[in-house]
């Protein structure tokens, strides 16, 4: 059996459905199960994560960005290394690096350091800024036809589309060949977020103003709306990478795993314009 964490999300929502569709059996864990076969379970209760992992031999972890992310990272590790997991596959970012400037680099390094340490069989799946991150403004380029970002300035991106990640993780929990790699996955080119909005705008047929605010003023913007001061900062750190030309990568690293190119983002665009009009 394959446990997949944040089984309700843009991953893992795909992750799943694709080695259901392969006859694997599969217990995906979230907050709000819609599937007979999976549970919610809080990954901060270490006694629930266990009864939840029993019988399981491999895990696709993906770990909400919250205050307590490494602990929740922790308690997924040990309790997978209790029940006899054979391999562990991690989403985790592009920057990881546990002495990063910015919080989610030292996050997720830190949680591939604990991986590491746990001497299970493990795949980082190391993934670029996602393209299905900029559903989150749709509402408001759907109402406003605004799109704010802050601190990236002119920098580019390869972007990757969560599908291929997805596509990536399935294939690294079936098969023995990726224990112990390090994948590294962006999208086809590079581009700065005021191109990827013109590509929005070209596929939604309607003009999207693009803002690249100081850091300060989106804080702002971000706590008006309610979010929390941690994901604020977590975000803008982010983005501050960002700007400095922390995404600027691109590797062959979805084609080589797949077998197919990664999606562009005209791709991306194309699919999912009704998000950013209704």
Same mark, same amino acid.
């Given at each position: 059996m394959i446990i997949v964490t944040g089984a309700t999300g843009n991953v893992g929502a795909r992750t799943v459905e694709l080695l259901r569709s392969q006859g694997q059996q599969v217990r995906g864990l979230c907050r709000h199960p819609s599937h007979p076969d999976d549970l919610s379970v809080d990954l901060g209760d270490?006694? %629930?994560?266990?009864?939840?992992? =029993?019988?399981?031999?491999? *895990?696709f972890a993906i770990v909400p960005a919250v205050e307590n992310q490494l602990t929740m990272e922790h308690n997924l590790i040990s309790a997978a290394k209790q029940v006899g997991v054979d391999h #562990? *596959? $991690? &989403?985790?970012? &592009?920057g990881a690096d546990p002495n990063g400037k910015d919080s989610v680099s030292r996050v997720h @390094? $830190?949680?591939?350091?604990? &991986?590491?340490e746990s001497e299970l069989s493990y795949t980082h799946i190391r993934a670029n800024y996602?393209?299905?991150?900029? &559903? %989150?403004?749709?509402?408001?380029?759907?109402?406003?036809?605004?799109?704010?970002?802050c601190s990236v300035g002119s920098a580019k991106v390869g972007f990757i589309d969560t599908r291929d990640i997805a596509d990536v993780a399935a294939i690294a929990l079936s098969q023995s060949s990726y224990k112990g790699a390090t994948l590294r996955l962006t999208g086809p080119s590079l581009m700065t977020f005021s191109d990827a909005v013109d590509m929005l705008s070209d596929a939604t047929k309607?003009?999207?103003? #693009?803002i690249d605010m100081e850091s300060g003023e989106y804080q702002e913007a971000l706590l008006s709306v309610g979010v929390s001061a941690f994901l604020a900062e977590h975000v803008i750190g982010l983005y501050s990478r960002i @700007? =400095?030309? @922390?995404s600027a990568v691109i590797t062959n690293d979805v084609a080589k795993t797949t077998g197919h190119p990664a999606r562009s983002f005209k791709t991306f665009a194309t699919? #999912?314009?009704n998000k950013f009009t209704e």
């Open positions: 270490p006694d %629930a994560i266990m009864a939840a992992m =029993t019988g399981a031999k491999a *895990v #562990y *596959v $991690r &989403l985790s970012s &592009l @390094g $830190r949680a591939e350091q604990i &991986l590491e996602f393209m299905q991150m900029f &559903l %989150a403004q749709a509402e408001n380029i759907a109402q406003k036809k605004i799109f704010a970002i309607r003009e999207i103003n #693009y @700007g =400095t030309g @922390g699919d #999912y314009a």
